[in-house]
């Protein structure tokens, strides 16, 4: 099992940059599918990056050009994305998610087949 805790976030204007990290608890992320995801209360959750085990990356069209997602798999063991260009339209909650073994690391399969989440951290872009 691994236990993630996010850290990050917060208030910026529009155009603005944030970091979000997700650290890994008690067991070592190089095995994990990895990615970040979005929901607003009420709303379906949004996929917004994956990086896998080969270290391959996908985004969301509407990140794309402006959010990097990364991985620190030393003693750091933690996932990052790196927001840049924010616009009031990516004002959510954030998760981060992990699924071990997950090969075929893409959104889809992650959001349905994570097995561990984080706890979450809002975003808010004002304009």
């Known amino acids: 099992q691994v236990q993630l805790v996010q850290s990050g976030g917060g208030s910026v204007q529009a155009g603005g940059s944030l970091r979000l990290s997700c650290a890994a608890l008690?067991?070592?992320?190089?095995?994990?599918?990895m990615g970040w995801f979005r929901q607003a209360p009420g709303k379906e959750r949004e996929g917004v990056a994956t990086?896998?085990?080969?270290?391959?990356?996908?985004y969301a069209d509407s990140v794309k050009g402006r959010f990097t997602i990364s991985v620190d798999n030393t003693e750091k063991n933690t996932l990052y994305l790196d927001m840049n260009k924010l616009k009031p339209e990516d004002t959510d909650m954030y998760y981060c998610?992990?699924?071990?073994?997950?090969?075929?690391?893409?959104?889809?399969?992650?959001?349905?087949?994570?097995?561990?989440w984080g706890q979450g951290t809002q975003v808010t872009v004002s304009s």
């Open positions: 998610a992990a699924a071990q073994h997950l090969y075929d690391c893409y959104l889809s399969s992650l959001s349905n087949l994570a097995k561990y």
């Open positions: 008690d067991q070592s992320i190089r095995t994990y599918c």
């Open positions: 990086i896998g085990i080969d270290g391959i990356s996908t």
